[in-house]
């Protein structure tokens, strides 16, 4: 009985170990998978979280794109990223707008900024210039540049 118990019950725990779900960022301690440079930016911090669970945390939404250069894109289940309206808190990076300003700083030089909607960014590019991106053009932008 006991045998057929552990039988049952051990994809699950398989199942539990391995949800796909960011893992929080610990501002000040956290360490950039990409860089090195210690988190602390809550506007800017971004993260990648595969298919098998693992979270790789980012300073800023540039290491983030300049990682995806060289990582097999098709093990990755979510990518999150803060936003200026709420730092601290991960949004899906797909669905984000971002606008590279160089009135907006960003953690690693790129004056990159993710917003929760087009509209937000908008508004906000009125006030500091720039320009606005999709994730897919951002995407195509940070495949481009020289590695």
Not at 76 to 85: F, K
Request: net charge negative; aromatic share 12%.
């Amino acid at each position: 009985m006991k045998g057929y118990f552990v039988f049952l019950f051990m994809p699950l725990l398989v199942f539990i170990s391995c949800s796909v779900k960011p893992e929080p960022i610990d501002y000040g301690s956290d360490g950039c998978h990409f860089c090195s440079m210690t988190i602390v930016d809550q506007q800017h911090a971004a993260q990648i979280v595969t298919s098998k669970g693992k979270a790789f945390k980012f300073d800023a939404a540039e290491c983030m794109m300049n990682y995806l250069r060289d990582m097999n894109t098709a093990d990755v289940a979510l990518y999150l990223t803060n936003t200026y309206h709420r730092p601290g808190e991960l949004t899906d990076a797909i669905k984000a707008t971002y606008l590279i300003s160089e009135n907006i700083p960003s953690p690693m030089g790129e004056f990159l900024t993710a917003f929760d909607s087009e509209e937000a960014a908008k508004n906000v590019q009125l006030e500091s210039q720039g320009k606005l991106f999709t994730w897919q053009e951002l995407k195509n932008k940070f495949d481009t540049k020289t590695k």
